[in-house]
């Protein structure tokens, strides 16, 4: 078949974030693979390349927010905090690009645009922004689930005469807000974290607040000698625990339900979590919080209370404090003196949910209660998360089938590695995988690993092609659908359920089972022969 692809891979990746690196690295040094890494960036790292925003830090505790494939790299590297910050991650994720060679085989600064599945020759012709054409007998969509920053569509959003920032594209060089006005849009994880420190800085900040959210206090502490031998050495148990677990993360559910527990105990469990810090809240609390209303009820009304003693004006304090969603179905985010923020002169709060935001102006924002000038704007509004990075691409499988026709109404996906009639064509974390629900180093080390024994597989057997088949398709999504819908996660208007985005179907895109359960599952589908997965080979196909 004509192809115009000047170069040949036996596979491409694309993304250069902790799930991009891993895959080169699995892929190329250790199955002996040609393989190209593509990168939109214009350089490696992913979501910490790209999240350069004040306050920007990771959530999870950082001695397990990180790879565990290599011992020696876990023993050296020296995390400085708790919760490392932006620049930190990045720095780790340069160094393991250095340590295992790999920039070599990544390009930056060229996203891919196209991929089309040619069944003639049953290989991938890749496209990118910068003129090149590629083929690739694997493709691995490392593309990340939160890499698509969404820009709300505000009337007037052009006409806006200071200077706008997306969280997800901070500018390399910094901002100083000394001295300026500024307005900041959306108050979720991100929004909470960079509204903290705009706060100290800017001359005024005005938060605009769609939904209150239950952020719970981060509980960050520096790491000394004594905190990072005591890691180090357990490291064997704690990566066992973290794998087979629920979220990935170190925590786990205290083992009975909130009616078990008597009223003071329930106080006390609150409590101790709040004051340590961290998801203990959310991932280390009775275990019925997210799937029954009353429970949750509980929980929800603990940490409303938490907000209004923090909050001196009692009018601030109500608008801050969350009603129409049940605590832990939004991701819950970690705050380090947000609540407070609000108690400064120098900070004001509008609920657009009340006062909805007309246009944006030259000058600033206009609200249904009058108008607010600007000098700066910062988008904290998130991500077409999880199917938004695939949508962007055109992707064609068998028979030119777009995969964003294919997922119209909600992605499609096997065990959310592959969609049937798209072969040989994987995702790390993508939708209907525990992802986001997880700490995600952790999915994706389980993901590169399984993807690369399914390869392995393939190269020992002498198979071409491999993808799901359309029954063990559907039988997932159903299955990741029954799962959400057993929870009270799919109530509330999230990211999860695509509700951020106008116009996304809503259906629940993680996989809800846990990632011990999910990790389980994959290696028994292995075991029993990849169970669900049709190989082909190429003469078989033409015959
Ligand atoms: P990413 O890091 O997103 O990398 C994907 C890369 O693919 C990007 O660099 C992107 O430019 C590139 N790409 C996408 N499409 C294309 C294309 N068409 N062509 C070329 N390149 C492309 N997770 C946690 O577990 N704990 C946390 O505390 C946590 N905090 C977070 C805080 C923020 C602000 C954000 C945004 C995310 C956070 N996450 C957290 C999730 C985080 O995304 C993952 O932990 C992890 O970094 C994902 O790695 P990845 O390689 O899968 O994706
Ligand atoms: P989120 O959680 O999607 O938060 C986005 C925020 O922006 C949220 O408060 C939204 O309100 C708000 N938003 C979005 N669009 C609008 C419009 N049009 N008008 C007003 N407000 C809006 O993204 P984050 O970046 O905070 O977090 C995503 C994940 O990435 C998380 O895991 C972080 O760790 C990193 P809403 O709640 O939808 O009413």
């Not at 690295?25 to 925003?53: C, F, P, Q």
């Not at 505790?61 to 494939?69: A, E």
């Not at 905090?81 to 393991?96: I, M, S, W």
């Not at 959306?186 to 705009?198: F, M, W």
Request: net charge negative.
């Amino acid at each position: 078949a004509g192809t115009d692809a000047t170069e040949s891979f036996d596979a491409v990746v694309v993304g250069a974030g902790f799930a991009g690196l891993y895959a080169l690295h699995k892929l190329r040094d250790e199955m002996g693979l040609s393989a190209r890494v593509y990168e939109a960036g214009g350089g490696i790292g992913g979501t910490w390349y790209w999240n350069r925003y004040p306050g920007a830090r990771s959530d999870t505790s950082s001695w397990i927010y990180c790879y565990s494939f290599d011992e020696e790299l876990l023993q050296e590297w020296q995390w400085s905090e708790r919760y490392p910050q932006q620049q930190e991650v990045l720095n780790y994720l340069e160094h393991v690009a250095e340590r295992f060679d790999l920039n070599r085989d990544i390009q930056l600064q060229t996203r891919v645009t196209s991929a089309i599945f040619d069944e003639e020759t049953e290989r991938w012709e890749v496209r990118t922004d910068t003129g090149d054409v590629v083929s690739a007998r694997f493709v691995i969509a490392a593309l990340g689930a939160l890499s698509a920053a969404n820009l709300p569509d505000v009337p007037g959003l052009e006409s806006f005469a200071g200077d706008r920032y997306h969280t997800a594209e901070w500018p390399h060089e910094g901002v100083d807000f000394t001295g300026k006005k500024v307005g900041l849009i959306g108050t979720g994880a991100t929004g909470i974290q960079v509204a903290t420190e705009i706060a100290e800085e800017a001359e005024h900040l005005t938060v605009f607040q769609r939904t209150p959210n239950y952020a719970v206090p981060l509980g960050n502490h520096p790491l000394d000698a004594e905190l990072r031998r005591e890691y180090k050495e357990n490291y064997d148990e704690i990566w066992e625990q973290v794998r087979h677990n629920f979220s990935g993360h170190d925590y786990e559910p205290i083992g009975k339900t909130l009616q078990e527990a008597a009223p003071e105990e329930r106080e006390r469990a609150f409590q101790e979590r709040y004051d340590r810090g961290g998801f203990g809240l959310w991932l280390a609390n009775y275990d019925d919080l997210l799937e029954n209303r009353e429970a949750n009820a509980v929980v929800s009304e603990w940490v409303r209370e938490r907000i209004r003693e923090r909050v001196r004006d009692p009018e601030t304090a109500e608008k801050l404090t969350p009603s129409d969603h049940a605590f832990g179905t939004k991701r819950v985010p970690l705050e380090n003196g947000y609540y407070e923020i609000f108690n400064r002169d120098n900070v004001g709060l509008v609920d657009v949910k009340k006062t909805p935001i007309e246009e944006i102006t030259a000058t600033g924002v206009r609200t249904q209660d009058g108008e607010y000038e600007f000098d700066a704007l910062v988008f904290a509004t998130g991500f077409d998360a999880m199917t938004g990075p695939y949508n962007k691409i055109d992707i064609r499988g068998r028979g030119g089938r777009l995969l964003r026709d294919k997922w119209a109404e909600g992605p499609r996906t096997y065990l959310g590695i592959m969609s049937a009639g798209f072969p040989n064509m994987f995702a790390i974390t993508g939708p209907q995988s525990p992802s986001v629900l997880t700490n995600m180093p952790v999915a994706i080390e389980q993901h590169v690993e399984w993807i690369s024994g399914i390869v392995r597989h393939m190269l020992d057997n002498g198979l071409d092609v491999v993808e799901p088949t359309l029954d063990a398709e559907d039988e997932w999504v159903d299955h990741s659908q029954e799962v959400a819908h057993a929870t009270l996660l799919p109530e509330s208007a999230t990211w999860y359920m695509g509700a951020n985005i106008p116009g996304k179907p809503q259906v629940f895109l993680p996989y809800l089972g846990g990632l011990g359960p999910y990790r389980e599952k994959c290696d028994e589908v292995a075991k029993n022969a990849y169970e669900g997965f049709a190989f082909a080979n190429r003469e078989e196909t033409r015959a």
